[in-house]
């Protein structure tokens, strides 16, 4: 599913859905690129990493809830603590799901080196904008996170011919029906 926005992003929504944001299909350079962000997704759908997030964040509530007797302000103190926890284990789901996007998009044929063109360009045009600690992000660190995609991708096959070579790019995205 497209959703008309500026965002730059996608995401795996329960159920195997990959939304893609408008603003991820304009910042795409090629379909390698693409491919590699769908592949990503698709990883985070394969490994069942959001329907698990969200019953472990379920799960951690009533538990909470019965420890401290639902008393509001302990709870809300402890389910801070809670989420610093799931953002390290977001970090790690992201960090698995790109492994296995490279493992996906080598054994389809498809360059891999997409997925880390993508990242290259998201850094080149965020180079003004606020980094956060990595203890406060979901993502890995965008620089560490090319420095995995380069040794990963380093001897990767290259496929002998490109996705969609006789069409241009720009053209295509844009055909992409927006919600």
């Not at 498809?110 to 290259?120: K, V």
């Not at 904008?129 to 090319?146: G, N, Q, V």
Request: with cysteine.
């Amino acid at each position: 599913m497209v959703v008309n926005s500026t965002s730059v992003n996608a995401l795996a929504a329960p159920g195997g859905t990959v939304v893609i944001y408008r603003g991820l299909l304009e910042k795409t350079n090629t379909p390698e690129e693409l491919a590699g962000v769908l592949a990503h997704e698709m990883q985070h759908i394969l490994q069942r990493h959001t329907t698990r997030a969200i019953l472990q964040q379920v799960s951690m509530k009533i538990l909470l809830a019965a420890a401290v007797g639902d008393a509001r302000g302990l709870s809300y103190g402890l389910e801070g603590a809670q989420t610093l926890g799931m953002l390290r284990y977001n970090r790690q789901k992201e960090e698995e799901a790109d492994r296995g996007a490279i493992q996906l998009l080598i054994a389809s044929g498809i360059d891999p080196r997409g997925l880390l063109s993508f990242f290259e360009t998201v850094q080149r045009e965020n180079k003004s904008s606020l980094k956060l600690p990595s203890y406060l992000s979901t993502h890995p660190d965008l620089e560490e996170r090319i420095q995995r995609l380069e040794i990963l991708t380093a001897n990767a096959p290259i496929p002998a011919r490109r996705l969609l070579p006789d069409y241009n790019w720009k053209d295509l995205y844009n055909i992409c029906p927006a919600q």
